[in-house]
């Protein structure tokens, strides 16, 4: 065969896989290596059309919005690329107070957030299990948070099946690399030096009874094509194991940090590789909320969800006591300093639905039960509806009237693709009751 005939081949191997992933298909790992070494650029557009398609076939329009949490950055590891490891002599070190948690917390629910992602270094003294039990309880009953999600340190099975009970919704962990002698590189000392009690997190998260797990790799510590099919193995494996696998998958990618000791440019991820995971993301797993932090750019950020992003935090702080008060070490530099309100404004822009629901967790659409609705295509019914609900209740209580009045007209459109029970709802939010859902 000559190389025309094997490109024509490899094009239509490519254009089966896209079948495959916009009838809700899983990839298996063959067809995830054809696409992290694909390098024909006009077949890469027809992915990131493909990776769009579906995202809107299982989610709609709908982009979800959150903010971290920073509790602790008081360290007992030592990961080589992090502002908070133990070894950053220079860190002014900080874990908030139950009452001080609360207090950012409430200062977040005030901007109109209604999702946030606890994050806290790995301490066992500081952010141990009655920590974490006593923060949890004290900013749902203080405050309007209405779903706490949490990125921690692997616990053991008792103490997830105590976040769980807490009313954590997804639990949430990064690899960093599965590269084994890269990881051990990187994690010289400390707890997270132990490759495989990290490897099993996901496991004993899922058997103490959480279906809503969220994974990734930092993408910047080994070559990306390797890492990215790494995990979607392991998301794999979850699957044939529970009947579900990851309820989220992020792309945090390196960036620079105090006093890190590693060399950001060997494994460097480039914008456009980026994007390339994000859609490969999305076609792998159709299922999955593909989150987006603060890391990246403003214009990337846009780019990134018209090729399958579903999730997106905004207004990010990233040490802890972080939005009353600047000041202590933050854990790396982010790229998009915009507010809630920017973001919101520009997420309508661009022809997308804002969304700050929290309706699946509280109405126990998760695991197998969230993949079935997904599968069949009606979870976008859900997710469009609640998201027009939440951003009226946002516009009401929280938007500048500039806002408030552009955004109400991208809401009564909205509102005209929806069903009719939804006008009877609005209403609802117009008296003043509030987290109005289905
Ligand atoms: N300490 C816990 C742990 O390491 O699993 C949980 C929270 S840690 C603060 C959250 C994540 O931040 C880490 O899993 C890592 O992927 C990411 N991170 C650390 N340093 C980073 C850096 N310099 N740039 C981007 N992300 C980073
Ligand atoms: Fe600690 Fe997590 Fe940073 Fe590692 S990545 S130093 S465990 S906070």
């Known amino acids: 065969m000559n190389r025309k005939e094997d490109k024509k081949k490899d094009a239509l191997f490519i254009r089966d896989i896209l079948a495959r992933s916009l009838d809700l298909q899983l990839l298996n790992l063959t067809e995830v290596s054809a696409l992290t070494h694909l390098d024909d ?17 299982v989610y709609g329009n709908r982009v979800v919005l959150f903010a971290p949490l920073y509790l602790s950055n008081e360290c007992m590891n030592n990961c080589l690329y992090c502002g908070f490891r133990k070894g950053n002599r220079d860190a002014k070190r900080k874990s908030l107070t139950v009452d001080e948690a609360v207090e950012e917390a409430a200062f977040l629910s005030r901007k109109g957030y209604r999702r946030l992602l606890l994050v806290a270094s790995e301490h066992t003294k500081r952010a141990g299990i009655e920590y974490f039990e006593r923060v949890t309880d004290a900013i749902y009953s203080q405050t309007d948070i209405r779903i706490l999600h949490a990125n921690t340190a692997p616990m053991n099975t008792e103490d997830f099946r105590r976040l769980k009970a807490a009313g954590v919704g997804v639990y949430q962990c990064f690899q960093e690399t599965y590269h084994i002698p890269s990881y051990r590189h990187l994690h010289p000392t400390g707890p997270k030096a132990d490759y495989a009690w990290r490897m099993s997190v996901m496991d004993r998260a899922i058997e103490a009874g959480f279906e809503d797990v969220g994974m990734g790799v930092l993408l910047g510590l080994y070559d990306w094509r390797w890492e990215v099919s790494a995990l979607i193995s392991h998301s794999r494996r979850l699957i044939n ?8 998958l992020s792309v945090p990618r390196l960036q620079p940090a105090e006093r890190s000791e590693l060399d950001c440019s060997t494994y460097r991820v480039s914008d456009e590789d980026l994007k390339k995971i994000v859609a490969i993301y999305r076609l792998a797993l159709p299922f999955v909320g593909v989150v987006i932090s603060t890391r990246e750019s403003s214009g990337l950020r846009d ?19 972080g939005y009353m008060k600047a000041g202590d070490t933050e854990q790396f530099q982010i790229g998009d300093s915009r507010n809630l309100e920017e973001v919101v404004d520009r997420i309508a822009e661009l022809g997308f639905m804002p969304s700050l629901c929290t309706a699946c967790y509280r109405e126990g659409r998760s695991g197998e039960q969230f993949r079935d609705l997904a599968q069949s295509e009606s979870m976008k019914k859900f997710c469009h509806e609640n998201a027009i609900l939440s951003l009226k209740e946002y516009l009401e209580d929280c938007a500048s009237p500039e806002v408030k009045e552009k955004l109400s007209k991208f809401i009564r459109e909205e509102i005209g693709k929806s069903s009719n029970g939804l006008m009877e709802k609005i209403k609802l939010v117009d008296k003043g009751e509030r987290d109005v859902h289905i």
């Open 241 to 248: 194991k529970y009947g579900f696998g990851p309820h989220t």
């Open 41 to 57: 650029e006009v077949l890469w557009d027809e992915v990131y059309e493909a990776a769009r398609k579906v995202k809107e076939k």
């Open 303 to 321: 780019e990134l969800l018209s090729v399958g992003a579903s999730q997106i935090s905004a207004g990010s702080k990233t040490s802890p006591w």
